[in-house]
């Protein structure tokens, strides 16, 4: 498949590959892993225990059990593929979040050079990294009772509210979510999360067209500096990943799962 392309054909499926042993991350390279946050009870104790104190003292304030555990898995299998990439004690990392929440590494474990962003939803993680660019990435199980107009509405461009209405009424719900994970992906790229207005800018959502970013109001060449790359991580899951820049490749490793 050629770098970055955004559209798999009926004929392509994506494969999510098993990580090799010497794992290396080139300059021109993202890599994106998919992992099940259904992980044994064993292994939750070993990932509680690399956390950092804030993430357990976080972990706790969960009400239900299956988000605690979620959230432990999620944040734990971060920590142990950043320690691979970075060759490093899981627990010794250094999480840190700018003043939107986007998370990076400390410059002395790895964060002059590593970038890397985190979504997960339902039961499945995604992690992005690369090598200098900015990324965002952003995973959403299909629920139809989030899926209808009200919502669009109040989130969606109103070039993305006319798209979305033009379409076949079965077409809609899954450009519904075509169109949320890319704007949540964009926004997390960024680094802006939620203070960006979601109707401030523009993306494309027709089933099987590629994914794109199509403008971004006030800066005319902004959409022109990302990539968007559709992905798929499971059945009853859309996902996107956005990368600064052009001209790079992209691996799908797989946890353990």
Known sequence: MPANSNVYTDSEVQRWYKPPDNLALSADEVHVWRASLNQLHLTLQYLHGIL??????????FYFERDRNNFIASRGLLRVILGRYL??????????????????????????????????????????????????????EIRPEIAHQQIAADFF????????????????????????????????????????????????????????????RGDAEEAAHWTLQALEPGPNYRATLVVEGRGWQLKCLRWND
């Open 157 to 216: 461009s109103k070039q993305e509210i006319d798209a979305l209405r033009a379409l076949p009424a079965h077409l809609q719900q899954e450009a519904f979510f075509l169109c949320w994970t890319r704007k949540e992906a964009y926004i997390k790229g960024i680094g802006k999360g939620l203070s960006f207005p979601l109707h401030s800018f523009d993306v494309s959502l027709t089933p099987g067209a590629p994914a794109s970013l199509l403008a971004v």
């Open 52 to 61: 950092a104190s804030e993430e357990r003292e976080r972990a706790a304030r």
């Open 87 to 140: 060759n490093l004690q899981p627990g010794r990392l250094q999480i840190k979040y700018s003043s939107y929440g986007k998370p990076f590494l400390a410059d002395d474990c790895g964060g002059e050079w590593l970038r890397f962003n985190v979504s997960h939803s339902g039961e499945l993680a995604l992690y992005a990294f690369s090598r200098g660019r900015e990324l965002g990435i952003d995973i959403e």
